[in-house]
Nanobody
Framework: QLVESGGGLVQAGGSLRLSCAAS????????MGWFRQTPGKEREIVAA????????YYADSVKGRFTISRDNAKNTVYLQMNSLKPEDTAVYYC??????????????????WGQGTLVTVSS
């Protein structure tokens, strides 16, 4: 089970940190990532991180603004979002899969998903 938290309303230029807590004894065996979706649009990858945290992937639209990290001791993955823009408004989903590296994860549909948390950026 994946449970996201940290979404909310923020002004453009502001910051938010999303968290995703996983209820599994083998969290370190999973590549983790964040996707987002807005109404009428396809779901898109935001960022992914490999099992050890040593390799990451970012969508071009968030490079330099967002940072994905993980704490395997706490079974949690984070998404630090800075310099937020109105176009970052979306429901953000945490996802997990054991099969892929971070780069491959970004182009596939992971096995496990959270329920989503809404991020709204006002202009």
């Amino acid at each position: 089970q994946l449970v996201e938290s940290g979404g909310g309303l923020v002004q453009a230029g502001g910051s938010l940190r999303l968290s995703c807590a996983a209820s599994t004894r083998t969290f370190s065996a999973y590549t983790m990532g964040w996707f987002r979706q807005t109404p009428g649009k396809e779901r898109e990858i935001v960022a992914a991180i490999n099992r050890s945290g040593g390799s990451t992937y970012y969508a071009d639209s968030v490079k330099g603004r967002f940072t994905i990290s993980r704490d395997n001791a706490k079974n949690t993955v984070y998404l630090q979002m800075n310099s937020l823009k109105p176009e970052d408004t979306a429901v953000y989903y945490c996802a997990a899969d054991q099969r892929w590296t971070a780069v491959v994860f970004a182009s596939r549909s992971p096995d496990y998903w959270g329920q989503g948390t809404l991020v709204t950026v006002s202009s």
